[in-house]
């Protein structure tokens, strides 16, 4: 079956960095757009950054400038580095893969806590 594993979530402190990875099996990746969202607590999840099978990246404003995304498809894992960590980015982070031509096909996994706090 389709499995989506996040890990590297945590507490960090106001400016620091983390990195998510979200290994991916039960899918050839490379034909899947690969995508994090966040939802934070009274809120809808919202779409943080994707990267497209075809190469392209997507980012909401937010995280312009702060958060990288980058896959590895040899390995069906994708990463979303995450710096200058702001309190408005704590949430659940899921991974999400959504095939490139049938967009209706799209799993998700367990989610990972992203805590920015002092």
């Known amino acids: 079956q389709v499995q989506l594993v996040e890990s590297g979530g945590g507490l960090v402190q106001p400016g620091g960095s983390l990195r998510l990875t979200c290994a991916a099996s039960?899918?050839?990746?490379?034909?899947?757009?690969m995508g994090w969202y966040r939802q934070a607590p009274g809120k809808q999840r919202e779409l943080v950054a994707r990267?497209?099978?075809?190469?392209?990246?997507d980012y909401v404003d937010s995280s312009k400038g702060r958060f990288t995304i980058s896959r590895d498809n040899a390995k069906n894992t994708v990463y979303l580095q995450m710096n200058t960590l702001k309190p408005e980015d704590t949430a659940i982070y899921y991974c999400?893969?959504?095939?490139?031509?049938?967009?209706?096909?799209?799993?998700w996994g367990q989610g990972t806590q992203v805590t920015v706090s002092s």
């Open positions: 999400n893969a959504r095939h490139r031509n049938l967009v209706t096909v799209m799993y």
């Open positions: 039960g899918i050839i990746s490379s034909n899947y757009d």
């Open positions: 990267a497209y099978a075809g190469g392209s990246t």
